[in-house]
């Protein structure tokens, strides 16, 4: 099912008041800029000004870009019915497969105290400016992990690595989104994000382009549990997007609420894996 809402909601409101900004799902990211800066403050739209922002901010699932709300799949769901629950794990195991909502989030908690279960989390990160691989080697040795396994290491470093013109860029981010696929599928487990981003100005190299591309994609496919879903190829077919474990789990639960196949967006999803209902 295909739903035009180009023109649903189509304004930026900015409440002076609570300082919230509405919007409908077909804005773009230049449309809130440009209203955000008439009234003193600025959206992050990045790359995307063109690009529907009901879109953007779903970042193909994962629900990033929202401060301090981590991610929203964790936290809310629309049933069909178009109403909003707020949901607890010990309650409706095939709602909470697609999102459950974390006690941190409780908006009874008002204190500033730590509770005791909470876990530290730390990143570090480290930049060095060098004239050599060696260099970098030297420098950054204190940091490095022997219990990395080298097979990962080969199969990351081409898409990082090999690069194929000068304006291309290796990306890597480390998400460390590890859901349970028992409860959740709305939110998918994304320990790394790694890309390879091409660019490159002369229409003949296409071809070479996006077979180098293909190349490194293959390789590092081999230790990932799959493409982020927003990010494809259209040349290429989508394979996988999510575990096998977790699509075996989606499809159950979406035959028993979708059995007309209403929303059929999941076609092509992990073609890798058996499908049985096609």
Known sequence: MLIDVRHVNREVVYDLETEVVSFGPAVTGAEISEKMLSVGRFFPHGHTP???????????GQGWFFRSWGLTAEMWVLKMEVTQLKLHLKRGTDITFGTFYPEK?????????????????MAASVVAYTNSLEQVAWLMAAFSDSRLPEHLISAVKPMLCNLPTRQSAGCLVAAHICPSEINMAGSLPQEYYIAAMCCWTDPDKDNVMHEKLRHVNEVAKS????????????KWP?????????????????????????????????????????
Request: aromatic share 12%; charged share 25%; hydrophobic share 35%.
């Open 50 to 60: 063109s690009v529907a922002v009901g879109g953007f901010l779903l970042a193909g």
């Open 105 to 121: 989030y409780d908006p009874k908690r008002i204190s500033d105290e730590i509770q005791d279960s909470s876990t530290l989390v």
């Open 238 to 278: 989508v394979s996988k997007v999510m575990p096998d474990s977790a699509f075996t789990r989606f499809t159950e639960i979406r035959q028993k609420w979708d059995p007309e196949e209403s929303f059929q967006g999941y076609r092509g999803l992990n073609n890798e894996v058996q499908n049985t209902d096609q």
């Open 223 to 234: 230790v990932a549990c799959g493409l982020y879903v927003a990010d494809f190829n259209t």
